[in-house]
């Protein structure tokens, strides 16, 4: 009985190593994308320019009238195109800086978890993704002139954004073995990210025509489910997709 | 006729018979790439604290090879067995004794020679990292340049802070891909001493190079790789280094 308490203990240690392994193997790569990041300042000024770019485009190519403006279809169609086209310059970018001085490889050798670094890559671009939302949001609410500070909004920008990254890095580390990364990531990432597109697309018309909370969640839970499976496969694969 | 023409080549050896010492063992190792075949059932083993110049013209397979060793690429067959540790099943507990070189830094630009070391030391859950940063970078000779990004570097100064990176973890084995690949006269002095450095606290090398001068400079012991497969071996004690450049000429000829 001692016996099998003390190598139920010892499992459980080990155990507990892992998580700890993992954790900060994880940390390591999200302080070390930030601390990049924040020198460079090259991933979310690309982003943001581009945002900012898109909405100015919209803006004037839409000719559109005051009240077609304040459209919550319009403008959740308008949001959603510009987080996922600023978001994919973003995920081309954060891999292909672990492409450029095979910093991949240098990640792959580590004694640890190939999920974690995939997990620390997608916390990364997560982090830089709702950057770029918490400033294109407020410049589309005074440009547009409608009042986007939704808390039933901001958490499908959320839901929507995670389950963009999740797919998104996972696609974004297979496209950055090709020559073709640049126009091989959208190809790949558009038509496997659409369910979710469509999911935030739904949930945020919805709260922005203030639509009964019984239409929207089943598009909530829509973007729920995909952010866990998305994550999931992701979780399984990256092991496999990463290696030769 | 000249000397080196009578040089009568070693013959190969059985890397199994010193399997009882041996820190790196393959075994019948193969490596297809599609179609391809660039490792054709190779032998090798490596004793501790041996260092071993894996000589061989461009695409004999030297960098497939030290990439399966370094667990970056799975073996089609075969066996790879290092520090008692089976690949691919034992990946993660071969990474935690192994150090990699490569021509290419694995460094970032934009963090300074300190946060790359900090940064690594954390996937390798180094313990009193503030404490071994400091030391690998006075081994580098980087400390002055500590808090300096690693972009601002030199080719040779960003392979020192590589050779730094791979040593952070104190590994067992080390493995050099090509590492004076792109570097100067004296930059590729300063790296040897790095090099002797490193081999001399013990541990185990494989240097793949296609500079003999060097490797016959570093190196206890030289294998030639030819077509995927070691062709030839001898120790540095058994040739003199003005045969070198006959003995790897035969080898490669007798492949």
Redesign the interface.
Known sequence: MTVERESSYLASEKNAGKVA?FL??M???V??DL???L??RELISAMLVFALLVIMIFNFALDLDPATRRDPTITAGVLWVIFVFAGTLGLNRSMA?EKD???M?????????RSSIYFGKALGNLIFMLMVEIIVLPIYSVLYNVNLLNLGLLVVILLGSIGYVAVGTLLAAMAVQARTRDILLPILLFPVVLPVILAAVKASTGFLDGSEMELIRPWLNLLIVYDIIFSAVAFMVFDYVV?? | MSQSEIFVLPSPRAPQLRSSLAMIKVRKLVKRFGLKTVLRGMDFSVERGEFVALLGPNGAGKTTFL?IL?????PSMGGVNIAGYRLPDQA??V??R?G?V?H????????TSE?NLR??G????VQDLPARVAEVLELVGLTPRRRD?VRTFSRGMQQRLAIG?AVLHDPDVMLFDEPHTGLDQDASAMLDTVLREVAARGRTVVMTSHDLARAADLASRFDVISRGVITASVHSDEIETNNLLAFYRQAIQSS
């Open positions: 392994s900060r193997a940390g390591a790569v302080w070390k601390s990049a990041e020198r460079s800086v001085r095979g910093c490889d240098g990640l792959l050798l580590a004694p640890v978890d290696e030769e | 990439r370094a667990s970056l690429s799975r993660a507990a990474r935690r192994l990699v490569s290419l830094p694995l460094l970032y630009g934009d963090l946060e940064f690594y954390r996937m390798y859950g990004l990176r």
